[in-house]
């Protein structure tokens, strides 16, 4: 890719990420002023806490698409870990052993759809989708019908509860520092310029000394993970351990990421962009639901969203390459650029 | 290279920790029969006072949130509430998801009506723990809550209205299909979905009764599910059939499974030699009882249902009653009703359906 195409889309997507920023802060100051009891602290930590399970995966998923891969089988390892943490509870297990035993599994949730992807060269897309289909089942095989409730309260209150009458969950505690982990590996670290580089042109990466596959590998088994940890935390936000928690999260998280400003196709997106993307998502949908929008509407709205998400950088894009391209046309040949 | 190296120091590190922590939790730590012994402790919370004489106020805002919207079965009840809290001087209005097993979507829709600070909220709840956080909280904030037709754990909420005793409801299922196939024979169930609290309380009480001596010829083959969803009920159904040719006798206790399942058997050869029972409206299920499809079936009236639930929710916030076991109030022309154990309220004995009574039923 010439420079100054690079140059052009990075500015789109840099742009791209600030108007959905802005778009969040002006619905947060539009909705504090004028939405009865949007305002409220209680209402904020209700939002937060909602969203909080979309924004947990986005963190990997983020890294994920830029790496030009895609995991949709997330929503099903966190139902599996919470349908694990259930039946093991049920046993008579500890829940302090319960827990790290439930994060071990999304790490071998992601390992196998990492190795199924990287040793044996299949799409991510494709792998991902079949183990969505295999988590779940096993899920509903692990604990069937059963919801279990009964967890300990003081987990169940770490679970949905909030700082005294602040507006934090104290879910949101951990989540921020692994924001703060996410933002350094991703924008500061050489891990995270791989990342970008592999999404750009994963045969270049290779040439120039990346190992792809291992990076990807790692990637995929941090998304398992996180996606483990986010069941255990929907299990006591929600204070329900079923085989069919976090349904079509995935489904969630790829639209807030895209609406971030992540490109679908890899090498371009900022972890801001993604984090703005799920909280413009999670307030909007707070919002309607104040406003008593149905919720026939709110898919309504939410899909509309994502097809402009996608469309607008392409468009921009399109429109400041053809600019590129007149311009190039009228001035006279520069100096070839260095490669 | 260094990534391996420091990968593989990486993955050393997490296997140790994840033993470590696993060993030393595994002989100490928090189990079910603390938790349990914990929250027993804690469960007895003292009600409020009631005053069965006080005066029924007006212009209080009452919010249904049912399972699912636009669930046939629940707008008849969801209406019924309006005709009751209009009759109050009162205000109704309806929100929900649009699937019956949103649990974390029911979740937001209590909080969201805690901010709107309605008087009461009358809720089906999809789980019987997963609302109890922000029931718990509304209730706090001064919501009167009351479950109808699905109850949640009995602390998260005020009272629990119920359709008809979940016993009588599962047993006289199995008392009805018996009856219609000669004490003899293969039987399957038609069930929603499978985490659905009243569905599966129902079948409980069908194994249970199908212990009896009198059932010894009768076999429950299996439990299929079609999630309260048409096409997938009709295809359990098909399914069942084919895996069981000698099938007699079909179960179906919610209003969309034994509609479809009527809806396949009469179109074919299994017509009138397939027995199905279970619960239904009279108005999805008139015609399959005129055509011979079905013999009987049974339903509680669910516009009384939620009627009764918008008059509980209405007292409960006039402070008439508290919930606790005991108490008694009027619910307009529905008559007076008491209030049980664990603060349940019962519409009364379920109806059976057949072609001589069908006609007086519009719902």
Redesign the interface.
């Known amino acids: 890719m010439p420079d100054s195409l690079k140059a052009d889309s990075l500015k789109s997507a840099v742009r791209w990420d600030t108007a959905v920023g802005a778009l969040l802060i002006v619905l947060l100051l539009c909705s504090f002023s004028f939405v009865?009891?949007?305002g409220?602290a209680?209402?904020v930590s209700?939002l937060i806490g909602?969203t909080l399970p979309i924004a947990l995966i986005a963190l990997p998923m983020t890294m994920l698409v830029i790496s030009g891969e895609v995991d949709l089988s997330v929503g099903s390892t966190a139902g599996l870990s919470g349908a694990v943490m259930g039946a093991l509870?049920?046993n008579?297990?500890?829940?302090?052993?319960i827990i790290?035993?439930c994060l071990?599994l999304g790490?071998v949730c992601g390992l196998v759809n990492g190795l199924l992807v990287t040793r044996l060269g299949l799409p991510s897309l494709a792998v991902t989708i079949g183990t969505m289909a295999a988590y779940r089942g096993i899920a509903?095989i692990v604990l069937?019908?059963d919801?279990?409730?009964?967890?300990?309260?003081?987990?169940?209150d770490f679970g949905?509860g909030r700082f005294g009458d602040t507006f934090v969950p104290y879910a949101a505690l951990p989540f921020v520092i692994l924001l703060a982990i996410a933002v350094v590996v991703l924008h500061a670290t050489r891990v995270g310029r791989s990342l970008f580089a592999i999404g750009a042109n994963e045969e270049a990466a290779r040439f120039a000394g990346v190992?792809v596959k291992?990076?990807k590998l790692?990637m995929f088994v941090t998304t398992g993970l996180l996606s483990a940890l986010t069941g255990v935390f929907?299990a006591l936000h929600?204070?329900?351990a079923?085989?069919?928690?976090a349904?079509g999260l995935e489904l969630s998280v790829i639209a807030a990421v895209l609406l971030g400003g992540i490109d679908f196709d890899g090498g371009r997106g900022t972890l801001g962009g993604a984090i703005a993307g799920v909280f413009l998502l999670g307030s909007l949908?707070?919002v309607m639901?104040?406003l008593?929008v149905?919720?026939?509407s709110q898919i309504v709205v939410t899909g509309v969203l994502l097809v402009i998400s996608v469309l607008a950088p392409r468009v921009g894009r399109q429109i400041a390459r053809s600019r590129a391209r007149r311009r190039t046309a009228a001035a006279p040949p520069p100096a070839p650029a260095a490669g | 290279m260094s990534v391996t190296a420091r990968t593989r120091r990486l993955t050393a590190a997490l296997a140790v920790t994840t033993a470590l922590v696993v060993g030393a939790t595994a002989c100490g730590g928090t189990t079910k029969d603390d938790a349990n012994a914990a929250d027993k402790s804690a469960a007895k919370s003292a009600a409020g006072k009631a005053d069965p004489n006080a005066a029924t106020k007006k212009g209080l805002t009452v919010a249904f949130l049912p399972k699912q919207v636009n669930n046939p079965y629940f707008t008849t009840s969801d209406n019924g509430g309006k005709k009751a809290l209009q009759e109050l001087g009162s205000t109704y209005k309806e929100v929900g998801t649009s699937s019956g097993t949103d649990t974390s979507g029911q979740v937001s829709y209590v909080n969201t009506l805690t901010q709107q600070q309605v008087d009461g909220i009358a809720v089906s709840a999809q789980d019987p723990g997963a609302l109890c956080t922000a029931l718990k909280q509304a209730m706090k904030n001064g919501v009167s809550v009351v479950t109808y037709d699905s109850d949640t754990k009995a602390d998260c909420r005020n009272v629990f209205v119920s359709q008809a005793s979940a016993e009588d409801l599962g047993r006289t299922q199995v008392q009805q299909i018996a009856k219609q196939i000669g004490n003899k024979g293969e039987i399957a169930i038609l069930s929603a979905a499978q985490t659905a609290t009243n569905q599966n309380t129902w079948i409980d009480y069908m194994k249970d009764e199908l212990k009896k001596p009198e059932y010894k010829d009768i076999k429950l083959v299996t439990t299929a599910y079609g999630d309260d969803d048409a096409q997938k009920s009709f295809q359990q159904t098909q399914g069942l059939l084919q895996e069981h040719p000698k099938l007699k006798g079909i179960i179906s206790p919610t209003t969309v499974g034994i509609k479809a399942a009527a809806q396949y058997l009469s179109g074919s050869k299994y017509k009138g030699k397939v027995k199905l029972t279970g619960l239904g409206t009279p108005n999805d299920m008139r015609a399959y009882v005129k055509n011979g499809t079905v013999d009987a079936f049974e339903l509680w009236d669910p516009a009384k249902l939620g009627a009764l639930a918008a008059h509980t929710a209405v007292a409960l916030e006039s402070g008439q009653i508290s919930g606790k076991e005991g108490e008694t109030y009027k619910a307009g022309d529905l008559g007076e009703f008491t209030i049980g154990k664990d603060g349940v309220v019962s519409l009364g004995k379920p109806t059976v359906f057949d072609k001589k009574n069908i006609d007086q039923y519009k719902f």
């Open positions: 009865d009891n949007f409220n209680l209402n209700f909602n509870w049920n008579g297990m500890a829940i302090e052993t790290p035993l071990l790490v509903q069937g019908s919801s279990v409730t009964d967890f300990p309260s003081q987990y169940l949905a190992r291992r990076l790692s929907w929600y204070a329900s079923r085989y069919d928690n349904t949908q707070n639901s104040l008593n149905s919720a026939q």
